[in-house]
């Protein structure tokens, strides 16, 4: 019997071992790695050796997760000559680097700090069975393959940037991020604690902030742009903050992890929580009450501190005070974007300020304030960091600058100055943007940062001059919580994308190869999914682009896994492994139903089934004249989603007058005329003002065939709706339909986004 379970036993170590020997890919992908024979088994006859207790204590932490799940109790010794695992200090090494030599017998580890030393057991620990992070015992061969690894990181600032803001991030979750962080080698994680949605940090000298500024109203039923905000008398239960205490926890565990904690204060704007709590920091021309938002705030993201009241300042340099004394970090974020400054223009005390500073405008004043604070934080011993609007005005003293805004090039403006900059672009590495084909997306706002579009980013620019290079301190994903009601949403939109960051952030440009990255973040996504972490799998959905040209409708299918293949049914069938393989645009001359899905190599579907329905009436498959670049969607066959960022929806920079023809080819019977509008009224996305439908034979005389109007209360209707918006046409026979749609214009007083100017997005044109 004893024997029978020996057998078993090895078999299923067997059987590990192959799977483990598999798969060397590893992310962040090293500088130098190259694959020997073999394996380095750990057991309980390991011996590490160590130089200093520094040592030791890496060895410790790495030992106490090995024998967590595999009950190994290795040693540590001081004899170098006796150790398997050999640490090794190698001052020629840079700070963050390492060696790493494995072979069956031995595993030696140089480097010249902790840090790098640190990288080594990260390495190592994902080279390791993920089943390394379960937190029960696990059978196992724990071996790790023998490689030789010479690593170290591009950038020094390999950052993530965590809202807790608009979703108070429980702590537990904080920490879990962070360890998934280590694992990537990343070592900064800047903390946006305060915005207009929420202060998450406890202050003793000011305890209203978090007593009335950590909570708000519940319109946890409305997505966050849509959300009214709050009267004086509703109840406050959403919400929550960090003790200092809690602090101190986050802090000293990313200190062990090698992570520094970057706290932002954000100010003069983004700040409704701390007003909501002490009103009189605000202008005192805001005679409204001030609450915590609930969402994007309308004209209430005017409400900003007041830059004439010296009580401000004397308040953000006490916060500052206890911030500094919780924070390790050399540096503190100040935050400074987007400030509307439409109360400042108001306000008595902000238009003296501007008088006795000889400032010239308000922007002026952002730079005054900003640079106040700047240099109290600098007398406290600690660098300034700051959004990239103050490059609007004259920039505080040695400030470093995150580029944000589009593709971040504002902070280039800060580098022509000798400043350091972050690249943080929004275009690029705002985690809250769709991360996969939008139809099987949770909403969120914008248009897409794929898995892809992170990996590919490289964010020195062969137009740059050499001396930003030299100032770019590095990059950072940053993720708004804005669409997050729960932690597991912020795993979702943090992993796998923080993979990609890390990747550009610590591998060599030249080096990036996407097949490999995949397999080693499959590796890392086993290793965080034991940790509890839901990651995203958008990466195995399909992309669909439907042009219509000739009559046709051409179907485009794409996954940004190569190692996938796409199968698909024409007959409404569901796709399995047998169905046929996608290689080619498949072109549709008639309705029909194309469903597809990705499968891996075993067969097993991957991704989501895609279910797309081909429409079919006069106008499908024609061609749009005179209309711009999107209007070709609107003969698609294919209607949009409700998100109208899905690229199946139309829209133009100005909607007051929209206006295109349809090209029919040859004079037609018209019955029907219908066109679909979508609502999304937290963006300000509404159907237009009117409709008229035009019918010419010669594209150059048009009389008018029907036409549509309707009123602000049709329109401003809150909700996430499509409306098919089907006009009343006289019989007629033609070639050429000219439509002219009106937008509505500004939104109206009682709508959240108040005196905004709306927008009008069509996504087919049905003509019968
Ligand atoms: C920002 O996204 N407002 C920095
Ligand atoms: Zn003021």
Not at 44 to 58: A, C, H, L, W
Not at 103 to 113: C, K, L, Q, R, S
Not at 502 to 507: G, Q
Request: with cysteine.
């Amino acid at each position: 019997m004893r024997k029978f379970a020996f057998i078993i036993i090895l078999l299923t170590t067997l059987f590990n071992v192959e799977i483990d020997a598999l798969n060397t890919n590893i992310v962040p992908q090293p500088l130098n790695m190259e694959v020997g024979d073999g394996q380095f088994i750990f057991t309980d006859e390991t011996k590490f050796g160590v130089e200093n207790s520094m040592q030791e204590r890496i060895v410790a932490n790495f030992i106490e997760q090995l024998n967590r799940v595999s009950g190994i109790q290795p040693k540590v010794t001081r004899k170098h000559k006796k150790a398997h695992v050999k640490l090794r200090t190698n001052k020629t090494l840079k700070s963050e680097a390492y060696s790493l030599d494995v072979t069956p017998a031995t595993v030696v580890i140089e480097a010249a700090d902790d840090k790098g030393f640190y990288y080594a057991m990260q390495t190592i620990r994902l080279l390791l069975p993920a089943q390394i992070e379960s937190a029960a015992l696990v059978q196992c061969t724990w071996a790790i393959p023998a490689v030789k690894i010479q690593d170290e990181p591009r950038f020094g600032y390999r950052g993530l940037m965590l809202d807790a803001s608009r979703f108070f991030i429980p702590k537990e979750n904080v920490l879990r991020i962070i360890d998934c962080m280590a694992m990537l080698k990343l070592n900064k994680l800047h903390f946006h604690l305060i915005d207009d949605n929420g202060w998450r940090i406890e202050i003793k000298k000011y305890p209203k902030l978090t007593e009335v500024g950590a909570w708000r109203v519940d319109r946890g039923d409305l997505p966050f742009p849509a959300r009214p905000n709050p009267t004086a008398d509703e109840p406050t239960p959403i919400g929550g903050f960090y003790t200092q205490d809690d602090i101190r926890e986050i802090v000293a565990y990313a200190d062990q992890r090698h992570i520094e904690v970057i706290p932002e204060i954000e100010m003069p704007a983004h700040t409704n929580s701390s007003l909501a709590a002490y009103p009189n920091l605000a202008c005192p021309v805001v005679n409204r009450f001030i609450g915590v938002l609930p969402g994007g705030g309308g004209s209430h993201a005017d409400i900003i501190y007041c830059a004439g009241n010296e009580e401000v300042f004397s308040f953000l340099e006490d916060v500052i005070n206890e911030v500094i004394e919780l924070f390790p970090s050399k540096y503190i974020h100040l935050g400074g974007d987007e400030a509307w400054k439409s109360n400042w223009k108001k306000c008595p005390l902000c238009q003296q300020r501007i008088k006795e500073e000889g400032l010239n405008c308000e922007e002026e004043l952002q730079g005054y304030f900003m640079q106040r604070m700047a240099r109290y934080v600098r007398q406290q011993g600690k660098e300034v960091m700051g959004w990239d609007e103050l490059t609007n005005s004259k920039l505080p003293e040695d400030v470093i600058i995150f580029g944000w805004q589009g593709y971040g090039n504002a902070a280039l403006k800060a580098a022509e100055q000798g400043h350091r900059f972050v690249m943080t672009p929004a275009r690029i590495m705002y985690l809250i943007r769709y991360q996969g084909p939008q139809w099987f997306e949770p909403v969120t706002y914008f248009g897409n940062n794929t898995l892809k579009d992170v990996y590919d980013y490289e964010p020195i620019q062969a137009n740059w001059k050499p001396q930003y290079a030299d100032l770019l301190m590095g990059v950072q994903a940053s993720l708004w919580t804005e669409f997050c009601n729960s932690a597991e949403d912020v795993d979702y939109l943090v992993f796998p994308r923080l993979a990609a960051l890390a990747e550009v952030a610590w591998s060599p440009k030249d080096s990036k190869d996407w097949a490999s990255f995949l397999k080693g973040l499959d590796k890392y996504n086993e290793h965080i999914a034991l940790k509890g972490v839901g990651y995203a799998k958008s990466m195995f959905n399909i992309q669909h682009t439907i042009i219509p040209s000739n009559n046709q409708v051409n179907v485009a299918l794409e996954c940004i896994r190569p190692d996938v293949t796409i199968h698909y049914t024409l007959d409404n069938s569901e796709p399995t492994a047998n169905s046929p393989v996608y290689n080619n645009t498949l072109s549709f001359d008639q309705a029909g139903v194309l469903k597809c899905a990705t499968f891996a190599s075993d067969n097993k579907q991957v991704g989501q089934t895609l279910v797309l329905p081909i429409n079919w009436n006069l106008a499908t498959g024609k061609t749009i004249i005179s209309g711009n670049t999107a209007t070709k969607v609107l003969t698609n066959g294919i209607r949009g989603s409700l998100k109208q960022s899905d690229f199946e929806w139309c829209s133009w920079e100005k909607s007051d007058s929209v206006s295109f023809v349809v090209d029919l080819e040859k004079e037609q019977p018209i019955q029907s005329f219908t066109i679909g509008s979508v609502t999304n009224y937290g963006m300000s996305v509404h159907k237009p003002a009117s409709i008229v439908v035009e019918a010419s034979n010669d594209n150059i005389n048009y009389h008018k065939i029907g036409t549509a109007q309707y009123e602000d209360a049709q329109i401003f209707v809150p909700g996430n709706y499509i409306d098919d918006c089907e006009i009343e046409i006289a019989p007629s026979s033609a070639r050429y339909l000219r439509i002219t749609a009106k937008g509505p214009g500004k939104s109206p007083q009682s709508h959240v986004r108040a005196g905004q100017e709306s927008r009008v997005m069509f996504d087919e044109i049905i003509i019968n």
